[in-house]
């Protein structure tokens, strides 16, 4: 699909999109749980539809209708002989590798190759200390052991996606348990978010101290609830208001412990200057963050090393894509320096890189320039209605 902008401001009032973080921790949380649980607000994106796909694959009953969708736990990992198909969803993927390994059976978890070019080596090494098995090719990775309540250690620097996945695995496991940190512990706000709704469905669960979780016996129950705002896909409704837009957005939950949130802050100091931003907690308002500082005074972003490993490597293909644009970015350790752009002089086709945050970066960098991105399709990861969205607020795009 092609998205071809005309420059135009965006005005209005819009909801954010549901939190796919949240939404897929509500809908695991319920597949671990006791009783039928009911979790409205759901967008239907195809990391969340991988997500339910992997469910009912291990034998959890789930209806959707709307926003809504149902899940009824009780045949949840009783089907052993399944293949998880887990599409390009690094969420899925991670959380759903502990949970197999529960099983001593051999389970087969698939995907694009892109999804297993990302990092797996923190589950490997936990395999390899078990004497599980874990064979890992270019589109699949093949389990079996038996993961057993305990003490456990694990790497805080690559994804807190593992240490969420473990978390999972833990609770269904039903005894106590515990986790330690090794730091540097990165993203820590997404653990807190795992936390949270396992909380919500009768967890005993908590950090006693900075890098060590314990996991107390208990059982979880059912909840019905509705899944908050989005601060990740917000960051870029928001983003127009700093290029002249004037967008009013709700649907986000002010108490929310959404790491993501950071980004009202950060774009505050973008637009007051050339500012030096930390991004190692927050990895995915990476491509908004270069976009909205190549339109203003630039920007240096450090703890830039994990957008290597994203849907795209975020940072390269930013560089390549502004390029085109007239100035790329400065690559230094763990670094990005992004320039302050200038107009171009060509109309600008660019390319979203099968990377829905690339897609959208772009179309905010469009807005103001005009110009066409080939692989647009790509918002439907994480926020199918994108295009949509903006076009309701007056955004000059079509999409063909």
């Keep these: 699909m092609k998205a071809i902008f005309k420059p135009s401001q965006l005005k209005g009032n819009i909801s954010a999109p549901p939190s796919k973080s949240m939404a897929h921790r509500y809908l695991i949380c319920a597949a671990l749980s006791k009783g039928k649980s009911l979790i409205s607000g759901v967008d239907f994106s ?4 991988a997500t339910i796909d992997c469910l009912k694959a291990l034998g959890a009953e789930i209806e959707t209708a709307e926003d809504t969708v149902s899940v009824n736990p009780e045949g949840f990992m009783k089907n052993t002989s399944a293949s998880l198909n887990c599409r390009e969803s690094g969420s899925t993927l991670r959380f759903f590798i502990p949970l197999c390994l529960c099983l001593g059976k051999e389970i087969t978890l698939t995907g694009s190759n892109r999804l297993f070019e990302r990092p797996l080596g923190v589950y490997e090494k936990l395999s390899e200390e078990n004497g599980f098995k874990f064979l890992k090719d270019e589109n699949s990775v093949t389990l079996s052991g038996k993961l057993k309540s305990g003490q456990y250690e694990i ?51 908590e950090f006693t101290d900075e890098y ?3 996991i107390r016996k208990a059982d979880l ?21 700093y290029i002249g837009s004037e967008v009013e957005i709700g649907n986000l939950n002010p108490e ?5 949130k950071v980004y009202k802050r950060y774009f505050d100091e973008i637009s007051k200057g050339t500012p030096a931003l930390d991004i190692r907690d927050c990895p995915d308002l990476g491509p908004v963050l270069i976009a909205l500082s190549y339109l203003k ?42 320039p302050k752009g200038e107009k171009p002089t060509e109309k600008a086709l660019l390319n979203g890189h099968n990377d ?19 692989g647009a399709e790509a918002v439907r990861k994480s926020y199918p209605g994108f295009f949509r969205d903006i076009e309701k607020l007056g955004s000059e795009v079509k999409t063909e």
């Design 356 to 374: 829905h945050r690339i897609v959208m970066a772009l179309s905010l960098i469009l807005s103001k320039y005009g110009g066409e991105i080939e």
């Design 212 to 214: 060590n979780i314990v």
């Design 155 to 205: 790497s805080g620097d690559t994804s807190s996606q593992f240490i969420t996945g473990l978390i999972f695995a833990l609770s269904y496991l039903g005894e106590n348990s515990s986790i330690r940190i090794i730091p540097p512990f990165e993203s820590r706000a997404y653990v807190n978010l795992t936390i949270s709704a396992l909380k919500l469905f009768g967890a005993d669960i």
């Design 297 to 338: 005074n630039g920007a240096v972003l450090t703890g830039t090393d994990r957008l290597k490993v994203k849907e795209s490597d975020r940072g390269m293909v930013m560089h390549e894509e502004l390029s085109k644009l007239g100035k790329g970015l400065s690559f230094g350790d763990n670094t990005i320096t992004v």
């Design 46 to 49: 195809e990391d969340i539809l």
């Design 256 to 260: 929310s412990l959404q790491g993501d």
């Design 221 to 241: 129950h059912s909840f019905s609830g509705r899944v908050e705002g989005d601060y990740s896909n917000a960051a870029f409704l928001d983003a127009f208001n």
